[in-house]
């Protein structure tokens, strides 16, 4: 079974600065998906980014962009240019690559980020 | 594009009785949704996956008679949380995965009901 495990239950910057989410996970697949999810206090999950495991290209949305490390098998979200809203929780996602009918998300336990004015 | 309902964004019920929880894709068919609990300052937990006209797979420790999914069109997956008890007071959400998605595992996350068992 794969395991998601974020380490930081908790982080605090100031706006404009730059932070750093970790995340490691545990699988035997070669193939798969990695997401970042943000949950902000409206509970509405947004997809934040993604990163396939075949591509070593590290996935870059505007300030927001990875450290993919699949040896390590590391995955670590940074957020330049902080701003308030990126306050947040933080969920780190693992999916097996794409089986008909069974791309399940295994979620990490998340990080609550907080942007400081 | 791709949004996800889920109504009622909140629920209040005695225990002992039952509540039914929707989740629809607007403007895309879903052949496939999932519905995830969360409880307070935790992360999600999937109960159940659901495949438009066939039954649900349940997760390792979920009731299937207690948490009922149905699934009866592309667009539609209902969840009944049956005989309530307070322990099921929890938040609710629910996902799609397009028919057509544009990336593989693309799902689409609906706001979420919190329920409230008294």
Redesign the interface.
Known sequence: AQTVTQSQPEMSVQEAETVTLSCTYDTSENNY?L?WYKQPP?????LVI?Q?AYKQQNATENRFSVNFQKAAKSFSLKISDSQLGDTAMY?CAF?K??VQ??????????T?LTINP | GAVVSQHPSRVICKSGTSVKIECRSLDFQA??M?WYR?FP??????MA?S?EGSKATYEQGVEKDKFLINHASLTLSTLTVTSAHPEDSS?Y?C?A?AVKAP???E?Y?G??TRLTVT
């Open positions: 998906y997401f409206s509970r509405q999950m947004i993604r396939e969920f999916m690559q794409f009918g069974a791309q399940k998300l295994v979620f990490g336990q998340g609550r | 052949t496939t999932f969360q300052k935790q992360s999600l937990m999937l996956t495949n938040f959400i996902s995965r990336s593989p595992g799902q996350f706001p979420g």
